[in-house]
């Protein structure tokens, strides 16, 4: 009988070599003739570039070139961040890069880029969101532009958008969507219901904050092949990019993801472009590693929010009707927007019977925004489950109840119009119920309190390929092109041992680039395991299969006899008929050999989604002098389908609790009235530390994905995206204020006492 | 512009030469200049310790030090730690407790941890939640990197290595 | 992230020092806990940076009368220093434990950090309500001044060019206790409001602020501290405003003089 892998809590497979500081991680590796770039950004939030004068700085010593926007060759035709790195003729956010200095040394290309001179006309700065979006307003981006670049004299000329066909709303062009979803009369249904709340929730920018900070290495090959090796999410999505942006056929181009420090959302193809242009620039090789300032300026946080929220119930606690209008602050990104993805999580995993949520991307000049570990979730979230506690609290109902009462189940239909697949919520939220901490709420001392809150993410689906490949000595390789970002390696080793029938130990894992891997879409969204997971297990499975006819030829026992058992394939009943892996390898692999190589290729193309529920307890205590807040306990419970290593979910688990954590009392990313970002370090932009976190209790539930391998869900998502309501709602029932705003820091907690007391 | 000159470090035991300028900071002179490249740059404000090294058997921030400070010291880098190819107690500790996600903060992770277990062999978890203030993670949630130096304090106390 | 380029000069007496430190673009660099990261961001950028680093400057000496103190002892030694282990001078260990983490208290030194003066570090109130004397050496001779003369303004103080602290001189107050409370900035560990207490058998108290105002300050002594604080200038931001930033100030004054009276007694 073999022993099952799946459930072990066993290291990560790279464990070794990271505590040794053996993993080289993208800034790390040796390149012969390595030039390093440094970048110049815009001090001015919107404004022409009038002039680069870059005399000064090249005649520094060690510097090689000053590159501006038309020094790229750029092809693609657009001005997001692939086809304009750097800016052409107007700045959109202060801290966009407009220069990049290369040099032989990353000392010599700091020295330049004080020496650069840029000439900028300053145009109007939109900074606020709502006011951006009324008809009339300054355009964040008034330059035309097309392939031909820019339009200068539109600048003047800039006019709004007319009225929507069909919608009643007048808006300025700064909008660059809406969406609308609705379902049922919400209006009338609220107006009889028996509790109503309603309020303006407002979350800032926040950083997605990764320890490594964005560096891309680019080079050509002798025949002119563009390589790029960088820290990103996706080689694929990365690899296309640069095609778009630089026309080049695919072929020409190869990306290779080096080790991650960290993306959480953040990095996808934004450094690449600019590393890619320089070398094709100067036919020599470049790094571009952004210092931290610069990655806090430059890159792409999670967008700020402004949402109007209101929800009704029945006096039994059935939820009615909900209304949303929630606006985007898209700042520079043009190309998508979070606007769908929060005007549909703000009905959180409950059913309504009527909805009417509307959302609005709204470009204003700050960063391009960019994802961040289930983008547009938080935001929801915190809006949502503030009413609801406040809604339990009018009716007099238990605010777990309020929410148990309503949570989906199958085929519910949600605001999407579509069924919800099998999803633990009703099954997380009883869990959390048990908690000592949930029991034990209502006799704290004065000062404390602990909260409640539930939200989901409904994951993500994306066809994948992978290789299993048995070697020469019994061991097996996994190849995907994944980038290994929530420890997805690790699960592929478990997954690829289950299948097949060797211990992990035996198995290594490799992460492929675009030239050498099987496909893989980007990690992200909550599905690698879900969806190359699913690859790895048919491809194992494939490989058995060969193995198994090998074998059965070998024993002369029919293929569905035989078992693997830990390398080693042997008769059901009869261990003493076996042969080892290692042995058939061997007899495939070599001049002459009888058997295929003992190789597996899979698929996967899920359509199914496999959504994840995360519910948390917060308990607090605020110090009503200072009004700080201190997180004394946490608890989160989540729907993981099958936890193939429970220590590497309750990672993912906590590490996305805090996360939470973070928005909830420490993040954000400030601008003042001209769009100067005055947070651009972490003195400024506090992160949580060791010991501002408590120790976080994990409860796993399992509801297995019908679609998943061995029933596991993608889950990296889920885990923040409830934490800052949780902690929102102990406030409230520690001290009785409810803030609307976060980060609820200590000053905005005292200011909200102060008020309450007056 | 001052000259670049030869600095004569020691670093892992060994007797190292790297060539800096007087400005050449220590991390940069063990990643550019000796290819050490465990220690990690994540800030520029002297916060995230990624670049934490032990100076003298002291952990530092070796991006808050200048290359000509470390003359005359030892300095050990998480390269340094394992002996013959066998992990250090607290690299097996981390190993074996989950003590990463990334990595990208785990060299300074345990070279913090070092210095805290050479002088303070019994930690209770508020002390060993102080003592890495200066480590910045942003995947763990800190837990089991807790649970991992708390494992490597007994494992270091009973010499079970 | 790189500092612009500077040389270096490793002094091998105060002499040494103070020759070199008659460029008037040269800085002493001690632990460089305070200075080098001024550096990295570009603020500074001298010419000259001379190490003094090495120099014997960080003895403790604990007498009948007083606490010498090397401009050189390390937070790390101050944290844990046995001979601060007394109700009177428990203000020092503890404020030093709280200062930056493990890594900058094994290097940052008190003199570096007095003579930085950032108006939001947090030692300097804990001089100021000890009493201290800083004792100043030049190549022209050596001068002694009260902590309460020595802190003018952000990054200014008495220091003239080219003189260093190099002891910090605290009377022992017999029976009394003392203590150092602050709260913090979430990001930068600077305190927004820092109030060290010294609270004397006869019923004296001596308590200074630090992280409000252009630089730390002792609180007039015959005055309720809490009326002071309403007359001081209290600087405010957009994180911290100036009303919550008094507020705290006299939330942290209070909680230090609580915690200093509790030592006293306690050292009966």
């Given at each position: 009988m073999?022993?099952?892998?799946?459930?072990?809590?066993?290291?990560?497979?790279?464990?070794?070599?990271?505590?040794?500081?053996?993993?080289r991680y993208a800034a790390d590796g040796h390149v012969h003739g390595l030039l390093h770039a440094r970048l110049l950004l815009s001090p001015e939030a919107h404004a022409l570039i009038r002039r680069v004068d870059r005399d000064a700085a090249l005649a520094m010593p060690g510097v090689v070139a000053v590159l501006t926007a038309d020094d790229l060759p750029i092809a693609g035709a657009g001005s997001d961040r692939t086809t304009e790195p750097l800016a052409r003729n107007e700045v959109v956010f202060a801290g966009q890069p407009v220069?990049?200095?290369v040099a032989e040394s990353e000392a010599a290309a700091e020295d330049a880029v004080e020496a650069v001179v840029v000439e900028y006309e300053p145009l109007p700065a939109v900074v606020d969101v709502e006011d951006a979006m009324l008809p009339g307003r300054a355009l964040a981006r008034v330059v035309e532009e097309n392939a031909g670049g820019g339009d200068l004299e539109s600048v003047h000329a800039a006019t709004d958008k007319g009225q929507d066909e069909g919608e009643d709303e007048q808006l300025s062009d700064n909008v660059l969507d809406k969406v609308h979803r609705s379902n049922?009369?919400?209006?009338?249904q609220l107006e009889t219901s028996d509790a109503v709340v309603s309020g303006t929730f407002r979350t800032p920018w926040v950083y997605q904050a990764y320890i490594e900070p964005q560096v891309a290495t680019a080079w050509l090959e002798p025949n002119g092949n563009l390589v790029v090796s960088t820290s990103t999410q996706g080689t694929f999505v990365t690899q296309r990019e640069l095609a778009r942006a630089f026309d080049l056929p695919l072929e020409r181009i190869r990306v290779v993801a080096e080790p991650l420090g960290g993306a959480f959302g953040g990095k996808f193809a934004l450094v690449e472009p600019l590393a890619a242009g320089a070398t094709l620039a100067l036919g020599r090789p470049v790094r571009v590693v952004f210092t931290r300032t610069d990655d806090f300026q430059a890159t792409n946080p999670a967008s700020a929010q402004v949402s109007h929220l209101k929800v009704g119930a029945r006096k039994d606690g059935t939820l009615t009707a909900i209304t949303a209008r929630m606006i985007v602050d898209r700042g520079s990104n043009a190309g998508w927007g979070v606007e769908g993805i929060t005007s549909l999580l703000v009905a959180g995993?409950?059913?309504?019977?009527?909805?009417?949520?509307?959302?609005?991307?709204?470009?204003?000049?700050?960063?391009?925004?960019?994802?961040?570990?289930?983008?547009?979730?938080?935001?929801?979230?915190?809006?949502?489950?503030?009413?609801?506690?406040?809604?339990?609290?009018?009716?007099?109902?238990?605010?777990?109840?309020?929410?148990?009462?309503?949570?989906?189940?199958?085929?519910?239909?949600?605001?999407?119009g579509n069924p919800f697949p099998r999803m633990g919520a009703v099954e997380v939220l009883e869990r959390i119920r048990e908690h000592p901490l949930w029991q034990s709420r209502e006799s704290l001392p004065d000062g404390e309190g602990v909260g409640f809150a539930a939200g989901y993410w409904p994951g993500g689906n994306e066809p994948a390929a992978a290789v299993c490949r048995v070697n020469q000595d019994g061991t097996m390789t996994v190849v995907t092109s994944a980038v290994d970002m929530s420890g997805v390696n690790t699960g592929f080793a478990t997954i690829a041992a289950e299948a097949f029938g060797l211990s992990p130990d035996q198995i290594r894992v490799v992460s492929a680039d675009t030239t050498t891997g099987p496909y893989s879409g980007a990690s992200g969204g909550s599905k690698v395991t879900y969806t190359v997971g699913a690859a790895v297990l048919r491809a194992a499975e494939a490989a058995r299969e060969k193995l198994l006819a090998a074998a059965s030829e070998e024993l002369e026992i029919a293929a569905a006899d035989l078992e693997v058992v830990d390398g080693v394939v042997r008769a059901v009943g009869s261990p003493d008929h076996s042969i080892t892996?290692?042995?058939?390898?061997?007899?495939?692999?070599?001049?002459?050999?009888?058997?295929?190589?003992?190789?597996?290729?899979?698929?996967?193309?899920?359509?199914?989604?496999?959504?994840?529920?995360?519910?948390?307890?917060?308990?607090?205590?605020?110090?009503?002098?200072?009004?700080?807040?201190?997180?004394?306990?946490?608890?989160?419970?989540?729907?993981?389908?099958?936890?193939?290593?429970?220590?590497?979910?309750?990672?993912?688990?906590?590490?996305?609790?805090?996360?939470?954590?973070?928005w909830a009392l420490y993040e954000e990313l400030v601008h003042d009235e001209s769009g100067q970002l005055l947070t651009s370090s972490f003195l400024d932009y506090a992160i949580p530390l060791a010991d501002r976190v408590p120790d976080i209790d994990t409860l796993i539930v399992e509801v297995p994905a019908p679609d998943g391998p061995f029933g596991a869900k993608?889950?990296?998502?889920?885990?923040?995206?409830?934490?800052?309501?949780?902690?929102?709602?102990?406030?409230?029932?520690?001290?009785g204020i409810r803030l609307r705003e976060l980060p609820m820091s200590a000053p905005r907690v005292w200011a909200a006492l102060e008020d309450a007391r007056a | 512009m001052p000259a670049a000159r030869r600095l004569e470090l020691v670093v892992n035991g060994e007797r190292r030469s790297v060539e800096i300028e007087p400005r050449t900071l220590l991390v940069q002179a063990l990643r550019d200049g000796l290819g050490l490249t465990g220690t990690h740059i994540g800030c520029d404000t002297s916060q995230c310790g990624a670049c934490t090294v032990l100076v003298d058997e002291r952990a530092v921030k070796s991006c808050t030090m200048l290359a000509l400070q470390a003359e005359g010291s030892e300095v050990m880098t998480i390269e340094g730690l394992s002996r013959d190819g066998e992990l250090h107690p607290i690299q097996r500790a981390?190993?074996?407790?989950?003590?990463?996600?990334?990595?990208?903060?785990t060299p300074g992770m345990i070279l913090t941890a070092s210095d805290l277990l050479s002088r303070a062999p019994y930690p209770d978890d508020p002390t060993i939640r102080r003592s890495l203030r200066g480590n910045f993670c942003r995947c763990t949630g800190y837990q089991s990197i807790v649970e991992s130096v708390r494992a490597a304090a007994t494992a270091l106390r009973t010499g079970t290595a | 992230m790189i500092p612009a380029a500077v040389e270096h000069v490793r002094a091998s007496s105060l002499e040494d020092a103070f020759e070199a430190l008659a460029d008037p673009e040269a800085k002493a660099l001690a632990g460089g806990q305070s200075l080098l990261p001024v550096?990295?961001?570009?603020?500074?950028?001298?010419?000259?940076l001379v190490d003094i680093g090495r120099l014997e400057l960080d003895g403790m000496q604990l007498g009948e009368t007083e606490l010498r103190l090397g401009s050189l002892t390390t937070w790390n030694k101050l944290e844990s220093a046995p001979e601060l282990e007394r109700p009177s001078l428990a203000a020092i260990s503890e404020c030093a434990a709280e200062i930056g983490d493990l890594q900058v208290r094994n290097r940052g030194t008190l003199g570096g950090s007095l003579a930085h003066a950032d108006p939001a570090s947090d030692m300097p109130a804990v001089v100021l309500a000890l009493g201290a004397q800083l004792v100043l050496r030049a190549a022209d001779g050596e001068r002694t001044v009260s902590a309460e003369e020595f802190f003018l303004g952000p990054f200014t103080t008495a220091l003239t060019p080219g003189e260093l602290i190099t002891e910090v001189v605290v009377p022992l107050v017999d029976g009394s206790g003392s203590a150092y409370v602050k709260v913090e900035h979430p990001a930068s560990g600077f305190a927004l409001a820092g109030a060290a207490a010294q609270m004397t058998r006869n019923g004296k108290q001596r308590v200074a602020v630090t992280g409000v105002g252009a630089h730390p300050f002792l609180l007039p002594e015959a005055a309720d501290p809490l009326d002071a604080l309403s007359e001081a200038e209290i600087y405010g931001d957009r994180f911290a405003p100036v009303e919550y930033r008094r507020h705290l100030a006299g939330v942290v004054v209070r909680r230090a003089l609580e915690r200093a009276r509790e030592r006293m007694e306690e050292g009966r």
């Open positions: 073999t022993e099952s892998v799946i459930g072990v809590s066993r290291p990560r497979v790279d464990a070794p070599d990271k505590v040794t500081g053996a993993t220069a990049l200095v049922g009369d919400a209006a009338a995993p409950y059913r309504w019977e009527a909805h009417d949520l509307r959302g609005y991307g709204v470009q204003t000049n700050r960063f391009t925004f960019g994802a961040y570990r289930g983008p547009g979730a938080p935001t929801a979230a915190f809006a949502l489950e503030t009413l609801l506690d406040e809604l339990a609290v009018e009716l007099g109902l238990d605010p777990l109840e309020l929410r148990l009462k309503n949570a989906v189940v199958e085929d519910d239909i949600g605001v999407s892996v290692a042995e058939i390898s061997g007899k495939a692999l070599r001049f002459g050999g009888r058997y295929e190589p003992i190789e597996g290729h899979g698929g996967s193309a899920q359509t199914r989604g496999a959504p994840s529920v995360a519910a948390h307890l917060a308990h607090v205590r605020v110090d009503r002098e200072t009004g700080e807040t201190t997180l004394l306990a946490h608890v989160i419970a989540q729907d993981v389908g099958r936890a193939l290593n429970p220590a590497l979910v309750e990672g993912q688990m906590r590490g996305g609790a805090t996360q939470g954590i973070g993608g889950i990296g998502e889920a885990p923040v995206i409830a934490a800052a309501p949780a902690i929102a709602n102990a406030v409230a029932a520690a001290v | 981390f190993v074996e407790h989950h003590g990463l996600q990334c990595g990208f903060c | 550096m990295k961001l570009r603020i500074f950028r001298p010419s000259v």
